[in-house]
């Protein structure tokens, strides 16, 4: 997929039920979770983790409150896209799947789309078998929500040290199960740049994929 900066995703973290506001942190699963949004590179690196918000909050919604938004609707980002799935909104600097595609070149669109932004899924998995702490397998994080961002940031931070420095991967790796949130995103009230978006992505499709 030309012109991508990275690939967005969100993965949910398993905790103790906190103390304060315990309903807000229970997912769309019924668990007690951090909703951890993360932007990787094609090495499976991760360029930038939000760790903040509670199990319940949409994945486009912790898109829409994060500074790196910002920093594309500022013009401080290089030319480029990121690549989520059908849970975000579709943005000239966030490109997501053909909702029903018609045409080959949609499905085409689609196909290359979901193979490139499979680097994120990969990079959760990798993450969670690193540190299985940090995944469902491992029980729930037994801390207060602010020391399990801060876990979950140091894991991110030594995962990347890890592919830095080509330590490869623990041998027991096996097959997590990773949240997917394809939920239609939330109406947000601002849809000033959704026509862009449609304007960029279908001048790709015409230009790289028929």
Request: hydrophobic share 35%; charged share 20%; net charge neutral.
């Amino acid at each position: 997929m030309p012109n991508t900066l990275g690939c967005i995703d969100c993965t949910h973290i398993p905790l103790r039920a906190p103390s304060e506001n315990e309903h807000t942190f229970v997912n769309r699963k019924g668990r007690h979770t951090m909703n951890i949004q993360a932007i990787v590179d094609s090495k499976m690196r991760f360029l930038n983790v939000v760790a903040k918000w509670p199990g319940s909050t949409h994945d486009a919604f912790i898109w829409e409150s994060c500074n790196v938004l910002e920093d594309f609707r500022m013009g401080r980002m290089p030319a480029g896209w990121l690549l989520g799935d059908s849970g975000y909104p579709l943005q000239p600097w966030l490109l997501t799947p053909v909702a029903n595609p018609n045409t080959q070149s949609e499905r085409r669109f689609n196909s290359s789309l979901s193979r490139t932004r499979v680097c994120v899924e990969q990079a959760f998995g990798l993450l969670k078998s690193r540190f299985r702490c940090l995944d469902l397998s491992g029980g729930s994080l037994c801390y207060d929500p602010l020391r399990v961002c801060k876990i979950t940031i140091s894991c991110c931070v030594l995962h990347n040290i890890c592919i830095a420095r080509n330590i490869q991967p623990p041998d027991n790796i096996v097959n997590m199960v990773l949240d997917q949130d394809d939920a239609p995103f939330p109406d947000f009230g601002d849809n000033r740049h959704a026509e862009r978006g449609q304007q960029i992505r279908r001048h790709l499709i015409d230009t790289w994929f028929t």
